[in-house]
C-alpha cells in the first residue's frame, strides 16, 4: 500500500495511542503471574505478536475493546506446541527468547525477513552461560533460535552497546530461576530509559532486582522470586505522540495530544527538543496534555544514546530547521527494522535534503523540502516520519505505508483528523 501526502496544516485534539513498550512488558509479566487484567493496551501487530507467543508459552489471553484479561503460568511456561513467529517485532523476540528459557523443553523463534537480520548473539552468549542452549540456526546470532531451557542464575557480562532488549528480556526471566543472578553491563549502555521500563514493570508485579550504578551498572536479581501483576493501565506512547507534535512543528500549525502523562520512557525527551529547536510547547504533566504550536525551527545537536526511536522524527525537524543539525550517538539505531540511519539519509536526500551519513551520526543541514516518489522500508517509523515531511514538501508518495500497524494502526486516520491531506493508494 501506498500514502500520497499533499501539503497540509494540522489543527485540534488527538490522544497519543498506548505506550507499545509498556505494553509488550506488560503481556510478558502477566503471563508469567497468575491472572492480570491490562487496561488500554496497544493493539498493534508488534503487541499482538506478544499476545501469540505468550499464548504458545501457555497463558491465555481473552481480548476485550479496552483491556485483556491474561490467564499466566505463574512463572512456569510451557513447551510451546509450534515455532513462535515473531513477524516483525524485536521486543516479543528479545523477550520471548528468555522467557523459553524458563521451560523445560525447547523452542523455535523466528519472524519476517527484517526481524531474520537483527542481531541477538549476547543474548543467546549470556543465556549460554546460564545454563541454557541457545543459537541462531545459521549461527550469525540471528532468528531462527534455538532454545533449550534450563535457565539458571550466575555472575555474568552482557555488552550494552547493542539494543537494552537483551538486558531487559534477562531481567524479566531471572527472578524466576532458582540461583540469584548478577549481570554486569560492558560498555556503554544504549537506550537505557527501556530498561527503566521494564523495571518498573518487574516491580510492579511484586519482583525485586537491585541496580548498582557507577563505572559499570550491575544488576543484582535475587532468586525465587514471583510475579504478581494483577491489574495495569497503559500509559500513552511519546514515539508516536513525537509525529503529530513535529507535523504541527514544521507546518507552523497548532495542535494538542492527550494521554501523555509522565513516565520512564526516554522519548519524553521529544518535548525538549521541539522547544530547543524552537517550537512553542507547553507540557500540562498533571492532565496529561501536550499543546504545540510551529513557529520555525533552528538547528540543535541531538544525541540519540537512549532514545533511538525519535531519530527518524528528528531527522525530518532538522530538514525544516534552519542550520545544521547533528544526530550523534546514534550506531545503534541501525540494527532496527531497518538502518534507520542509511534510510533517512536516503529518503531526505531524494526530497532534496544534504544529509551526510556517519556511521554513528547524520549531519542534515535544513532546507526547502521537494517532493518525491520515497520508500517506506517496510518500517513504521521511516513511514510515519516522511508523511509529515510530505505535509511540508507536498506532491510525496511513499509505499509499503501498511507498515504503521506495527506501533500505530490508526495513525492516517489521526493525521487526517487533524487537517493532513493523506491519501491511501
Ligand atoms: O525495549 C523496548 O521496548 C525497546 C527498546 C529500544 O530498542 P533497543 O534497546 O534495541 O535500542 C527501542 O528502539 C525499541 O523500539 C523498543
Ligand atoms: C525498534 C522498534 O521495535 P522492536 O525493536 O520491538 O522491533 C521500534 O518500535 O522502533
Partial sequence: MKVSVSTSKVNGEVFAPPSKSYTHRAITIAALSDDCVIHRPLMSADTLA???????????????????????????????NNIIDVANSGTTLRFMTAVSALTNGVTVLTGDSSIRNRPNQPLLDVLN??????????????????????????????????SSQFISALLIACPLTTQSTTLS?????????????????????????????G????????????????EYTVPGDF???????????????????????????????IIDV?????????WDKENG??????????????????????????????????????????????????????????????????????????????????????HGWHDHRIIMALTIAGMVAGDTV???????????PNFFDTMKELGAEVELI
Fill in 289 to 374: 496534555i501536550a499543546q504545540i504550536t510551529g513557529n520555525g525551527l533552528k538547528a540543535t545537536i541531538f544525541d540519540a544514546g537512549a532514545t533511538p526511536d525519535l531519530v527518524p522524527t528528528i531527522a525530518v525537524l532538522a530538514a525544516c530547521a534552519e542550520g545544521t543539525t547533528v544526530i550523534e550517538n546514534a550506531e545503534h539505531v541501525r540494527y532496527k527494522e531497518t538502518d534507520r540511519l542509511h534510510a533517512m539519509a536516503l529518503e531526505l536526500t531524494k526530497m532534496g535534503i544534504a544529509v551526510k551519513e556517519e556511521p554513528d551520526q547524520l549531519i542534515i543541514t535544513g532546507g526547502k523540502l521537494r517532493g518525491a516518489e520515497l
Fill in 129 to 162: 552461560k546460564l545454563g541454557v542452549e541457545a543459537y541462531s540456526t545459521r549461527g550469525n546470532g540471528c532468528a531462527p533460535i534455538v532454545v533449550r531451557g534450563g535457565l539458571k542464575g550466575a555472575i555474568t557480562t552482557i555488552d550494552g552497546s547493542i
Fill in 215 to 230: 563505572n559499570t551498572i550491575k544488576f543484582i536479581i535475587p532468586a525465587n522470586q514471583k510475579y504478581n501483576l494483577k
Fill in 398 to 408: 511513499i509505499d509499503t505505508a501498511e507498515a504503521v500497524d506495527i506501533s500505530f
Fill in 239 to 269: 514515539s508516536s505522540a513525537s509525529y503529530l507534535l513535529a507535523a504541527a512543528a514544521i507546518t507552523g500549525s497548532t495542535v494538542t495530544v492527550k494521554n501523555l502523562f509522565p513516565s520512564k520512557q526516554g522519548d519524553i525527551e
Fill in 50 to 80: 506478544s499476545i501469540r507467543a505468550a499464548e504458545a508459552l501457555g497463558a491465555s489471553i481473552e481480548k476485550y475493546e479496552d483491556r485483556i484479561h491474561v490467564k499466566g503460568v505463574n512463572g512456569k511456561p510451557h513447551v510451546p
Fill in 185 to 213: 553491563i560492558k560498555g556503554e549502555m544504549k537506550s537505557r530509559p527501556y530498561v527503566d521500563v521494564t523495571m518498573e514493570l518487574i516491580e510492579q508485579a511484586g519482583a525485586e532486582i537491585l541496580v548498582e550504578e
Fill in 274 to 282: 521541539l522547544e530547543r529547536m524552537g517550537a512553542k510547547i507547553s
